[in-house]
Each structure stands twice: as C-alpha cells, then as structure tokens.
C-alpha cells in the first residue's frame, strides 16, 4: 500500500509564486521516476514535469523556465517550484509515483492564479 500527499496548492496573484510537494508513505522499498501533471475540467491529464530517480528532469513546454521540480529520496518527497504563474496555469495539480512498476497518483490539489 502506497499514499501519496500533496500540499501547497492554493491562490496566488498573476506573477507570484508556489510550491507543491507530494510525499510517499507506505510499502516503499524504492521510487522510480516521479512527476507532476494537471488537468483542468474537460480536459485530458497534462505532464507538467518529471524527474528520474536520476534526477534527470523533463517539462512542458509552457512551463519551461517558469517550474522547476526536484526530490529529496531520503524522504520520499518530490517537489514543484513555480514561479511566474499565470492564469492558465489554474487547475488541478496531481502528483505521479512509479514504484517497482506499478503507477500511483495523488488525491490532486488546487492552484488558482487570479487578481
């Protein structure tokens, strides 16, 4: 059994800053890679950002520049920072965990960018 948490979503002007984190808790022996994606009402699930147990990382193109994601293995955590958000960046933030194969994913959280 693997959870995953989330917190840091919330509301934050146009140009202000966030930072998501997801932490795993559970029958974790080792994590594979982890990432963050979103999906707005209507739409299909989006990558946002991945990162390997490598720390190799990969972005959408529209928040290259603007979200950087990391993790901390000795907790088990994995992290977005997202700077200069917009409007469109509103939705619903979900975290991904691959762990020995099999494909988890958080509860989602919230992020609001609006004035």
């Known amino acids: 059994q693997v959870q995953l948490v989330e917190s840091g979503g919330g509301l934050v002007q146009p140009g202000g800053s966030l930072t998501l984190s997801c932490a795993a808790s559970?029958?974790?022996?080792?994590?594979?890679?982890m990432g963050w994606y979103r999906q707005g009402p209507g739409k299909q699930r989006e990558l946002v950002a991945t990162?390997?147990?490598?720390?190799?990382?990969n972005y959408a193109d529209s928040v290259k520049g603007r979200f950087t994601i990391s993790r901390d293995n000795a907790k088990n955590t994995v992290h977005l920072r997202m700077n200069s958000l917009k409007p469109e960046d509103t939705t619903v933030y979900y975290c991904n965990v691959w762990i020995r194969g099999y494909n988890y994913w958080g509860q989602g959280t919230q992020v609001t960018v609006s004035s």
């Open positions: 559970g029958s974790i022996f080792s994590i594979g890679a």
């Open positions: 990162i390997t147990s490598g720390g190799i990382t």
